[in-house]
């Protein structure tokens, strides 16, 4: 019992930790919206110039800041920022909830790479599914807006 307890104390410090971790995210919302994005990747986060673009063509320019590989990904969904169900180490492709658009696969550290699409309105997340990497904070909210 008193084990429990614990544990779900555990959980939620967890947890306020990541969001505070999010919070810091909303720096980039005053940038407005682009559609020729620059985004950065490290350990352990996500990037980008701008967080919001508008329906249509969005370019992202992603460089890997890290100090190991990383991978981009676009994921069309309305879970929670940092929230995908996991299993295990990272979240399936294709899950309920969300569609991934489209990625840039693990590229090297010092390299860029560039990924355009044609996006629907609606809530994305720009992440990094590597094994342990969504789970530690590399996921940034997105947005497309008409
Ligand atoms: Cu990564």
Known sequence: MNIRIIRISAVALISTALFAGCGADGNAAESGISNDITGHL????VETSA?????????FT?????????EFLVVKTDIAVGEIPL???HFPEPADGLEVIDEIGEF???????????????????VCNLPGHY????????????
């Open 87 to 89: 299993d295990g180490d």
């Open 51 to 59: 967080v919001a673009a508008k329906v249509g063509e969005v370019k």
């Open 135 to 146: 789970k530690n904070g590399m996921h940034l909210g997105f947005e497309v807006v008409s």
């Open 62 to 70: 992603v460089t890997n800041d890290g100090t190991i590989g990383h």
């Open 42 to 45: 490290h350990e352990w986060g």
């Open 108 to 126: 090297k550290v010092g390299t860029t790479e560039t990924l355009t699409l044609n996006l629907e309105a609606g809530k994305y997340q720009l």
